[in-house]
């Protein structure tokens, strides 16, 4: 019976470059700090954008409670805890729970819960999420973090 090989002098240069890719797949902790720099950045543009539609306007309660408190009169910011917690990796109320194939950035800030309920916590802006994808594929495909 007769034998075809399909072999080319690249064919196992190749083939190493299909199980890295497998390999580098299969666990993303090395991309995680990256990730979470992106999605800090994005939050900060969140903040930095004000209410931008996402927070409704705050009641008159509110208004008035900042006033007599001497707090800034800035949706979503009374001591910033909030948004240091979600925009300075590393603060010590940012969670980032880093495994294989998963991330879980979010706050340990417990009012935070409260701010706007309509609101998920963290959305990731288009712009986040085409920059959080770029970093995955680059890893996947290229081991570049």
Avoid: C, Y
């Avoid at 010590?92 to 706050?107: C, H, I, Q």
């Avoid at 309920?117 to 970093?135: D, E, F, G, Y």
């Amino acid at each position: 019976m007769p034998e075809i090989r399909m072999e080319s002098p690249d064919h196992r240069r190749i083939a190493g470059n299909v199980d890295a890719m497998t390999r580098r797949a299969r666990d993303l902790r090395p991309i995680w700090p990256a990730v979470a720099r992106e999605l800090a950045a994005g939050e900060r543009r969140h903040f930095a954008a004000g209410r931008a539609g996402l927070w409704p306007e705050a009641k008159d309660s509110t208004v008035r409670r900042k006033a007599r408190a001497n707090l800034p009169n800035v949706l979503m910011r009374a001591r910033g805890d909030l948004e240091d917690s979600l925009t300075v990796v590393g603060n010590r109320n940012m969670v980032l729970d880093a495994r294989p194939l998963s991330l879980r950035f979010t706050t340990r800030v417990l009012h935070a819960r409260w701010q706007n309920p309509s609101r998920p916590l963290v959305v990731a802006a288009k712009v986040t999420a085409r920059r959080v994808s770029s970093i995955g594929q680059r890893w996947i495909a290229e081991g570049r973090r």
